[in-house]
């Protein structure tokens, strides 16, 4: 059993920071691909960013400049630091991952609100 554990959502005004960390633990053979995806109401779920094993990272245009995904392997936990937050970053976040056999694991997610 896999289990993904998500912290750090909450409330914050337009312009503030939030971090948000995602840990992986049970039966998982080695994390190759780890990424944030974000589901706002009445939209479909988006992919955010995405790291590979090796630290190669991708953006989605709209947070290029304002958000950072890292992991630390030894953990198995990917974060997402968001800077500059917008009113239409409220979202839930998911985190997701692969491993090598490429199964794929989803998180709970978190709920970010960007509001004044």
């Known amino acids: 059993q896999v289990q993904l554990v998500e912290s750090g959502g909450g409330l914050v005004q337009p312009g503030g920071s939030l971090r948000l960390s995602c840990a992986a633990s049970?039966?998982?053979?080695?994390?190759?691909?780890m990424a944030w995806y974000r589901q706002a109401p009445g939209k479909e779920r988006e992919w955010v960013a995405g790291?590979?094993?090796?630290?190669?990272?991708e953006y989605q245009d709209s947070v290029k400049g304002r958000y950072t995904i890292s992991r630390e392997n030894a953990k198995n936990t990917v974060y997402l630091q968001m800077n500059s937050l917008k009113p239409e970053d409220t979202a839930v976040y998911y985190c997701?991952?692969?491993?090598?056999?490429?199964?794929?694991?989803w998180g709970q997610g978190t709920q970010v609100t960007v509001s004044s």
């Open positions: 997701y991952l692969k491993d090598i056999t490429s199964r794929a694991y």
């Open positions: 049970g039966s998982i053979f080695s994390i190759n691909y």
């Open positions: 790291i590979t094993r090796g630290g190669n990272t």
